[in-house]
């Protein structure tokens, strides 16, 4: 049982880096935009079209949580 659990955990900090990973790759592919360029948001089911400055703004903050959710697994462990 406890084995199953670790097994889990490891599960969830796999998925929560590959998600770190990702939002690392969006900003980085957003900050090569010209500032002129717009970038599409998906919030939701829906495609919101945004300056390329919050949309890295909003790439970090998703970055922040995501590196806080996977900070407070590493301490419960």
């Known amino acids: 049982?406890?084995?199953a659990?670790?097994?889990e955990v490891d599960m969830k900090k796999m998925e929560?880096?590959?998600e770190v990973r990702a939002h690392q790759v969006a900003i980085g592919?957003?900050?090569n935009l010209p500032?002129?360029?717009a970038a599409y948001q998906k919030t939701c089911n829906i495609f919101f079209r945004k300056d390329t400055k919050s949309?890295?703004?909003s790439q970090q903050k998703q970055l922040d949580i995501t590196k806080a959710k996977?900070?407070?697994l590493d301490q419960a462990s």
Do not use: D, G, I, T
């Open 1 to 3: 049982m406890a084995a």
């Open 35 to 37: 500032p002129s360029r």
């Open 5 to 7: 659990a670790a097994k």
């Open 16 to 18: 929560l880096m590959k």
């Open 70 to 72: 996977l900070q407070k």
């Open 55 to 57: 949309a890295v703004a």
């Open 29 to 31: 592919e957003l900050n």
